[in-house]
């Protein structure tokens, strides 16, 4: 035999045997005799993202079609097995009562080659409970209140613009105008500079903010599907030269403030803190600049969308909003007129109205965990998540589901009131997330939003017109949850 031959049938062999291990992997679930649905080859049971459907729908239209059939059912993420959770008892044992068997995300992360990806979010283990242990501290209460002199200020700007634009024309996008508080607020509070998107809407900033949450460079299914294998090929997730931008800025910051030891009470001021602080274990640069990344990140679209959200809704339901209005207009005449962030604590009614968004429009549609070890369902032997399993916990379908929540699709407040959230078990809301995995900065975001909408409230009437999307459409590219093309609304100043 030649050796040209030898080689060729090598490679048959070679071929055969990765076939038969594909075939293997996406009939996983048929073999357990566990509900699946039959899997694309190369996107699981993703296929229509994107193209077709938006995530949201994908995740709730597969709940719905298994949620009856047992504690969790088959999924492919991509071409991997995965586990799609249907029980919220489930969910608790995963998210809390289990939580050690469960700490990684499974997201990717390669903090050698793309330093921005070692957030908290995408870290795993050991590294993953450090930076936990260093960052939480640094959304205290006592943290919040520093910051919110920041917040404040960038709240006001939104308020004289949205004032002056509705002077010459009634209906806004509040998308884009909420994008672009936001990023004026990160800006400020997590790398101490000053953006002006409200003056600017073309700032160079907030495009890159743009860029950073809907671009990554090729091979997502890769990086999603086997992401040590993705490591070793030194594969980067975040594109060049937003990775240069914002690596660049931080670097300047920091450098700025040590040299100047000027303190502004924000993130930076923080992480530079716990950088120079703790010689044994502190922060390297690198470490801090994920932060930052991350921060700015879970701050700019999820708080924008979610403002823009809640405008929607109480445009929609204007006895609702009165009754936000109403809500600011008391608290504020208990405090003086004076806006501060004790003020913003009272403001009861209005986080009713901002977890109330977050249920029906759940910023992160699903949930992201991995298994460590083999774990059998309690209650179920025949259910068993394999090690190594990537876990997806649909909150969007958990929060539209009417056994949880009556008249689900249905913009209630009340649903918040203390009286319905002592009925209801707290792991059906998931809105940041639940146990020791939870939203790290759920603190900051829900004080950039109220403080955003208590302004706009007390300031402003919102109505639908012609161009309001009734009903709403999300954007099939995006991952997380957002508008497909913006939220206009008829604006009145009051």
């Given at each position: 035999?030649?050796?040209?031959?030898?080689?060729?049938?090598?490679?048959?062999?070679?071929?055969?045997?990765?076939l038969?291990?594909?075939?293997?992997?996406?009939?996983?679930?048929?073999?357990?005799?566990?509900?699946?649905?039959?899997?694309?080859?190369?996107?699981?049971?993703?296929?229509?993202?994107?193209?077709?459907k938006?995530?949201?729908?994908?995740?709730?239209e597969?709940?719905?079609?298994?949620?009856?059939?047992?504690?969790?059912?088959?999924?492919?993420?991509?071409?991997?097995?995965?586990?799609?959770?249907?029980?919220?008892?489930?969910?608790?044992?995963?998210?809390?009562?289990d939580?050690?068997?469960?700490?990684?995300?499974?997201?990717?992360?390669?903090?050698?080659?793309?330093?921005?990806?070692?957030?908290?979010?995408?870290?795993?283990?050991?590294?993953?409970?450090?930076?936990?242990?260093k960052?939480?501290?640094?959304?205290?209460?006592?943290?919040?209140?520093a910051?919110?002199?920041?917040?404040?200020?960038?709240?006001?700007?939104?308020?004289?613009?949205?004032?002056?634009?509705?002077?010459?024309?009634?209906?806004?996008?509040?998308?884009?105008?909420?994008?672009?508080?936001?990023?004026?607020?990160?800006g400020?509070?997590?790398?101490?500079?000053?953006?002006?998107?409200?003056?600017?809407?073309?700032a160079?900033?907030?495009?890159?903010?743009?860029?950073?949450?809907?671009?990554?460079?090729?091979?997502?299914?890769?990086?999603?599907?086997?992401?040590?294998?993705?490591?070793?090929?030194?594969?980067?997730?975040?594109?060049?030269?937003?990775e240069?931008?914002?690596?660049?800025?931080?670097?300047?910051?920091?450098?700025?403030?040590?040299?100047?030891?000027?303190?502004?009470?924000?993130?930076?001021?923080?992480?530079?803190?716990?950088?120079?602080?703790?010689?044994?274990?502190?922060?390297?640069?690198?470490?801090?600049?994920?932060?930052?990344?991350s921060?700015l990140?879970?701050?700019?679209?999820?708080?924008?969308?979610?403002?823009?959200?809640?405008?929607?809704?109480?445009?929609?339901?204007?006895?609702?909003?009165e009754?936000a209005?109403?809500?600011?207009?008391?608290?504020?005449?208990?405090?003086?007129?004076?806006?501060?962030?004790?003020?913003?604590?009272?403001?009861?009614?209005?986080?009713?109205?901002?977890?109330?968004?977050?249920?029906?429009?759940?910023?992160?549609?699903?949930?992201?965990?991995l298994?460590?070890?083999?774990?059998?369902?309690?209650?179920?032997?025949?259910y068993?998540?394999?090690?190594?399993?990537?876990?997806?916990?649909?909150?969007?379908a958990?929060?539209?589901?009417?056994?949880?929540?009556?008249?689900?699709?249905?913009?209630?407040?009340?649903?918040?009131?203390?009286?319905?959230?002592?009925?209801?078990?707290?792991?059906?809301?998931?809105?940041?997330?639940?146990?020791p995995?939870?939203?790290v900065?759920?603190?900051?975001?829900?004080?950039?939003?109220?403080?955003?909408l208590?302004?706009?409230?007390?300031h402003?009437?919102?109505?639908?017109?012609?161009?309001?999307?009734?009903?709403?459409?999300l954007?099939?590219k995006?991952?997380?949850?957002?508008?497909?093309?913006?939220?206009?609304?008829?604006?009145?100043?009051?």
């Amino acid at each position: 035999m030649t050796v040209s031959a030898i080689l060729i049938s090598i490679l048959c062999i070679l071929f055969l045997y990765v076939l038969r291990l594909f075939y293997k992997n996406l009939t996983y679930w048929k073999a357990q005799n566990i509900p699946c649905d039959a899997p694309h080859w190369m996107v699981g049971n993703l296929k229509g993202a994107v193209a077709e459907k938006s995530f949201s729908q994908i995740w709730k239209e597969y709940y719905d079609k298994y949620r009856d059939t047992g504690p969790f059912a088959g999924f492919y993420w991509f071409t991997k097995p995965a586990v799609f959770v249907l029980d919220p008892n489930l969910i608790k044992q995963i998210l809390i009562k289990d939580f050690p068997k469960f700490t990684d995300r499974g997201m990717y992360c390669n903090e050698e080659d793309d330093p921005l990806t070692g957030s908290l979010f995408n870290l795993s283990g050991a590294e993953w409970r450090f930076m936990r242990n260093k960052i939480s501290p640094t959304f205290t209460s006592a943290k919040m209140k520093a910051m919110c002199p920041l917040v404040l200020r960038e709240a006001n700007e939104l308020v004289k613009l949205v004032k002056q634009t509705i002077e010459r024309e009634s209906i806004l996008d509040v998308k884009d105008f909420m994008s672009r508080y936001t990023t004026d607020v990160i800006g400020s509070c997590a790398f101490g500079i000053e953006i002006n998107s409200l003056q600017n809407c073309n700032a160079e900033f907030r495009q890159m903010c743009h860029r950073a949450i809907v671009e990554q460079r090729p091979g997502i299914a890769l990086r999603f599907s086997f992401p040590q294998f993705a490591r070793r090929l030194h594969m980067k997730q975040t594109v060049a030269d937003v990775e240069k931008y914002f690596m660049d800025i931080i670097q300047k910051t920091m450098q700025l403030r040590e040299e100047s030891s000027v303190k502004r009470n924000d993130f930076i001021d923080i992480l530079i803190d716990l950088k120079n602080n703790y010689q044994e274990d502190g922060l390297s640069y690198g470490q801090v600049a994920a932060q930052v990344f991350s921060f700015l990140l879970a701050g700019f679209e999820t708080s924008s969308t979610a403002m823009a959200f809640a405008l929607y809704e109480l445009a929609l339901n204007p006895g609702e909003q009165e009754k936000a209005r109403q809500d600011v207009r008391e608290v504020l005449k208990k405090h003086n007129q004076q806006f501060s962030y004790e003020c913003m604590k009272d403001m009861a009614y209005l986080e009713q109205v901002v977890l109330e968004t977050t249920r029906l429009y759940s910023a992160l549609p699903v949930l992201n965990r991995l298994a460590l070890e083999d774990y059998v369902v309690p209650g179920h032997p025949q259910y068993v998540i394999k090690t190594g399993m990537p876990i997806l916990i649909p909150t969007v379908a958990i929060h539209r589901d009417e056994r949880y929540y009556p008249n689900p699709h249905k913009f209630n407040p009340s649903n918040f009131s203390p009286e319905m959230v002592a009925q209801r078990d707290s792991i059906l809301y998931l809105g940041f997330g639940e146990g020791p995995h939870n939203c790290v900065g759920m603190r900051f975001a829900k004080m950039q939003v109220i403080i955003g909408l208590a302004l706009l409230l007390q300031h402003f009437r919102f109505s639908v017109c012609d161009r309001t999307p009734i009903p709403m459409e999300l954007d099939k590219k995006n991952f997380l949850t957002s508008p497909a093309n913006g939220v206009h609304l008829r604006v009145e100043y009051v």
